[in-house]
Antibody, heavy 118, light 108 residues
Framework: EVQLLDSGGTLVQPGGSLRLSCAAS????????MSWVRQAPGQGLEWVSV????????YYADSVKGRFTISRDDSKNTLYLQMNSLRAEDTAAYYC???????????WGQGTLVTVSS | EIVLTQSPGTLSLSPGERATLSCRAS???????LGWYQQKPGQAPRLLIY???SRSTGIPDRFSGSGSGTDFTLTISRLEPEDFAVYYC?????????FGPGTKVDIK
């Protein structure tokens, strides 16, 4: 059974930094593209970033480009999202998602809440 | 970027009724790369339909998807109480992997 355990969300001040983690199990992590998707309170889903197997292909939404960095540690079956220069509009539940290349987002973590506020 | 628009924003129906949800894309989406997700309050989204019309594992056959080009549809043939939720379409063929704004199906 695929399991994705998101963690690291907390309250952080505007301009601050935070690193989210996603521990994966139940599938061959190193072969799987992984994405982060976020959802602001009461709002819809927004794709944030994807990292493909090997970590060589990475893409970001324009809203986070230059501020967020996605990475993976295949030896630990863990996905990361380093978030810098955080803004109030980054407040959201962040979900890690596993999928195949050109495939649907078939497995989701439970989400971790990031609140950016002074 | 492919922009997805969903209609209606809210659909108020009774259990047993048929629900028809629309997703329109700003440019052609390859049918293989269009999916639908269900989200209930406090839960992560769940994949319902992928490749426009294929049901994900464990999804009942009252859920069906159709469409091509820029117009796609999710149909729930007879609403069960557990189907009242928010539904999102998504294209996953090219980055950014955009979602529609969602359609809320609530109880009339």
């Amino acid at each position: 059974e695929v399991q994705l355990l998101d963690s690291g969300g907390t309250l952080v001040q505007p301009g601050g930094s935070l690193r989210l983690s996603c521990a994966a199990s139940g599938f061959t992590f190193r072969n799987s593209p992984m994405s982060w998707v976020r959802q602001a309170p009461g709002q819809g889903l927004e794709w944030v970033s994807v990292i493909y197997s090997g970590g060589h292909s990475i893409y970001y939404a324009d809203s986070v480009k230059g501020r967020f960095t996605i990475s993976r540690d295949d030896s630990k079956n863990t996905l990361y999202l380093q978030m810098n220069s955080l803004r109030a509009e980054d407040t959201a539940a962040y979900y890690c998602v596993s999928h195949t290349r050109f495939g649907p987002f078939d497995s989701w973590g439970q989400g971790t809440l990031v609140t950016v506020s002074s | 970027e492919i922009v997805l628009t969903q209609s209606p924003g809210t659909l108020s129906l009774s259990p047993g009724e048929r629900a028809t949800l629309s997703c329109r894309a700003s440019q052609i989406v390859t049918s293989s790369y269009l999916g639908w997700y269900q989200q209930k309050p406090g839960q992560a989204p769940r994949l319902l339909i992928y490749g426009t019309s294929s049901r994900s594992t464990g999804i009942p056959d009252r859920f069906s998807g159709s469409g091509s080009g820029t117009d796609f549809t999710l149909t729930i043939s007879r609403l069960e109480p557990e189907d009242f939720a928010v539904y999102y379409c998504q294209q996953y063929g090219s980055s950014p992997f955009t979602f529609g704004p969602g359609t809320k199906v609530d109880i009339k």
